[in-house]
């Protein structure tokens, strides 16, 4: 009796002219497909500032194949209120998520600018044990003078250096810039890449 009832219900939910049909499931389905398509979209604007010319064109391709199928449901029901919020909802969604994906994989490599009055001797010495190109340069700051120590790292890295300059000089002001290209940087050398559960490529372990 149970697995009759069962299937009744899913041939009610899936039969394509049904008012559950048309109420529940495509608006579902509009969502999934408008953040999945907008995940990609923003994962692909990230692989092209990052010089991805390869992996960008594949996005694209997923991405515009998923969109035509969310918009071409909207248009068939231009007076379905319903539609329009699941398409809405998932182009938000998608945007969060491929932004949140993006921090995870941490693609790229960043400057970071230190600037420091206190003597950063024991900061920098770690950074170069560690294995990091470190450029230090004499300034004058308002106060008085002032060290800035330039350094080219992978995104994935930033977090360990924030901790180290926290450490050894925590009141030191730094910055993290975004490029787009770096070559012939002393980097520490890192094991083999792989994904962890969080999704975060563990090139710092």
């Given amino acids: 009796m ?3 009832e069962i299937y009744t219900m899913v041939n009610t939910i899936l039969d394509i002219n049904s008012e559950t049909f048309t109420l529940v499931v495509i608006p ?24 991805r010319k390869y992996i960008a ?7 515009i194949m998923i969109w035509l199928f969310a918009i071409s449901q909207v248009v068939q029901h231009l007076t379905n209120i319903t539609y329009y919020l699941a398409y ?10 491929g932004i949140l994906i993006e921090e995870k994989i941490a693609i790229g ?22 294995g990091y190109g470190v450029t230090i ?4 700051g308002a106060t008085g003078s002032v060290k800035l120590i330039y350094m080219t790292i992978e ?3 930033v977090d360990d250096i924030v901790e180290i300059i926290k450490k050894f000089n925590p009141k030191a002001f730094f910055s993290v810039e975004e490029i787009r290209l770096a070559k ?11 994904w962890s559960f969080d999704l975060r490529l563990n090139t710092h372990k």
């Fill in 109 to 130: 490599k960043v400057i970071i600018r230190i600037i420091t009055k206190k003597d950063a001797t024991e900061l920098i010495e770690h950074l170069r044990n560690t």
């Fill in 28 to 51: 579902i389905l509009i969502f999934l497909a408008r953040l999945i398509d907008v995940t990609f979209g923003t994962m692909r604007i990230i692989m092209i500032s990052r010089g």
């Fill in 2 to 4: 149970v697995t009759n």
């Fill in 88 to 97: 809405g909802c998932g182009y938000a969604t998608g945007t969060f998520i």
């Fill in 57 to 63: 064109p594949i996005l694209a391709f997923c991405e």
């Fill in 184 to 194: 012939e940087g002393t980097f520490p050398l890192k094991k083999s890449h792989h």
């Fill in 137 to 140: 340069f004499e300034g004058q």
């Fill in 155 to 157: 995104r994935a890295d």
